[in-house]
Structure formats: structure tokens, C-alpha cells
């Protein structure tokens, strides 16, 4: 994921350089015009899946532009460092209206600092009315999942949405998406976009990689979704330990070329495929090449994405 990437502007500020002054202003305007760039799309600056097929019924959360409250309604433990979070948008009509892939840039200010700390979160839910939620990975000493585990029900949290991926109906025959732990995030809105799409023929080859088969976030939707279009949707789970319960379908391990590989559709079908990955910038790095600018920039393409033959046009970095 570019979350460590996306640190390095608060960091920097914290050690008071002009420098750090710098890059932490450089952070904050991209995220500036990120959210700008969201607002051209569609109504609100933002569109749902919903509101594909009802336009004039929608009415969403949010507005493009500033910052929006949230309050927390109710959270729990999903893994020993998972949480999910559910909070009220300030409409109980109002759905989210969030496009894929869009993530929701928060901000707090930590007790004793004075500058806030910004970071994306990407809601998972299927845009219930009057609530958003979030699935929570928790860092040792983490400043954004720290303060985000540490809510309790009444507590607030402001939030902007940033536009990362901007997904059309049939723009790629084939998706193939890498995902590490809680990077499958901002995944989860495309993959329920495309298979609840009948009009949509794009397939979706998930590659999904865990320290162990229970850090697993969404298997069971996953599986479901696997086993109703086998056609259009394959998973491939890969652990780096599994419990003895493993019944052999996942590999185990790290991704390596062969997965991807075979994940991937025949090299003949590559001209329409887009690869999307994100997760801990290592295995980034890995699969297709670190991020550029302190992971403000995709950087060049390497790694195995590289190795295989993909074009960087083919290749997003989250
Ligand atoms: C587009 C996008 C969407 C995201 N959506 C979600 C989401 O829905 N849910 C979610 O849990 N996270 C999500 N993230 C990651 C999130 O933004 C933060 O980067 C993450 O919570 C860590 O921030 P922190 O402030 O807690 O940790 P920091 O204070 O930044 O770092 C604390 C420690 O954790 C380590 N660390 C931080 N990030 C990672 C990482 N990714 N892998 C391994 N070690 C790490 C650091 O090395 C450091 O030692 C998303 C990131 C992006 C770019």
C-alpha cells in the first residue's frame, strides 16, 4: 500500500524542517486536487452503482469539496488487528455516493500535536443508507488505525473523498487485482461494481495475499461471488502460513511470477488487461516496482509485472 509512502509528508513535518514543511504542504495539495479532480465526475462529483440505474433518486453524502463529519455508531474486532467501523453519515437518507474506487481521506489531530494527520481509508459497505463503514487494520504505534481503533460510539471523524481509480462498465476485458492484507480495500467496491453489473462482461482475477489464512478479510463474500460466476470472477489465495485446517486451496508462500502468471488471462487477451495492485510497499515493490516521489507517483514499472511483459499503461499502483 502507499501508506507508508503517504506518511512521509506528516513525519517530516513532525521533525519542524522546512523540508518536512514542504512535503507535508505537497501532501495535503495533492490530496487538494485529488478531491477536485472527484468532483468531476458525475453528480455531487460522485456516482453509485445505484445511482447508474436510479439517477434522480439518489441523494449522497458528499459534497467534493471540505470535509465531512462522520460519527461513530458502532465498531468490533473482526481479527486479532482488524476493526470494523461503523459510523452515521450526518444524513440518515443520504447514501455515501462514492464511485470505484474512492477512499475517504481522514484527518484528526492527535492530543499535544499541531499539525493533523491525514490518511485514505476505503469504505467496504454496500452503500447502505445513513451509514459508511470501514475495515480497520491496526499498526504497531500507527497514528491513522491507532486513533481510528481508539473511537468509541458518539466520537466523530472528518473525512473527504479522493478519487483513485476511475472505473468504467467494459473498459478492460480483464482486471487482475494484487491485494495484500487490508489492501484489498479499495478493491472491494470495483469487484461488487463489475459482478453486479449484468451489462458489464469485464473479468476478475483476484491475487490475495495473507501472513496467515486467518487475516483473510471478505473470504466468505469472495468465495460466494467465485462460486456464482465462476466465469467472471477467480481467487487465488496466497499465505505465508496456514493453519492446519488449510484444505490446499491456497498457495502457500508469497506471490511469485508463476502466480500472477496464471492468474492472468492468455498473453493473446493482454492489450485490454489493467493490473491494480496495493498493499505493504514491499510487496509493491515486488509484484511491480516501488512507487516514485515518495509514493506520490507511481514510479516506474519492475518486479514481476515487468518480468512477464506488462506495459506500465497496463499497471496501477495504489
Ligand atoms: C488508497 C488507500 C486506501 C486505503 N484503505 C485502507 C483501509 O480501508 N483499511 C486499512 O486498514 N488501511 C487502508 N489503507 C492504509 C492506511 O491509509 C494507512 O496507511 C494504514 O492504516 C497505516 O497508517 P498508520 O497511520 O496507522 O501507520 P503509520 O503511523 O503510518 O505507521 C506505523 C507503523 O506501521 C507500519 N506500516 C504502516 N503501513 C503499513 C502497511 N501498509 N504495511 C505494513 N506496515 C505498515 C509502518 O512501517 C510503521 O512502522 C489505505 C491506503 C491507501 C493508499
Partial sequence: MASVARRYPITAVLGTSAFGLSLAYYGYSRYQSAASQHRSYGRN??????????????????????????????????????????????????????????????????????IPTFRPYTPIDKDEPGHISFLVKRYPNGKGSGHLHSL???????ARPIHEFDYKPNQHSNLTIVAGGAGITPF???????????????????????????????KSEFDELASKQPDRFKVNYVVSETSSSNDGTFYK???TRQIIEQAMPARR???NT???ICGPPPMIAAVAGAKGGFGWTQGSLGGMLREIGLDSKQVQKF
Wanted: hydrophobic share 35%; proline share 5%; no cysteine.
Fill in 152 to 158: 468509541k460510539p458518539g466520537d466523530t471523524l472528518s
Fill in 269 to 271: 487477451d493482454w492489450n
Fill in 253 to 255: 508462500g508469497r506471490i
Fill in 45 to 114: 462529483g460522485n456516482f453509485t452503482i445505484s445511482s447508474v440505474a436510479e439517477p434522480d433518486r439518489l441523494k449522497t453524502t458528499f459534497p467534493g469539496s471540505g470535509f465531512t463529519t462522520l460519527t461513530l455508531e458502532e465498531s468490533h474486532m473482526i481479527s486479532h488487528n482488524v476493526k470494523m467501523l461503523r459510523f452515521k453519515l450526518p444524513d440518515g437518507d443520504a447514501q455515501s455516493g462514492l464511485s470505484p474506487i474512492t477512499s475517504l481521506l481522514t484527518r484528526h489531530t492527535a492530543e499535544g500535536a499541531w
Fill in 274 to 276: 489493467k493490473v491494480l
Fill in 188 to 218: 472491494v467496491q470495483i469487484i461488487r461494481a463489475v459482478l453486479s453489473n449484468p451489462a458489464d462482461r469485464t473479468n476478475i482475477s483476484l491475487v490475495y495475499a495473507n501472513s496467515t489464512d486467518g487475516d483473510i478479510l471478505l
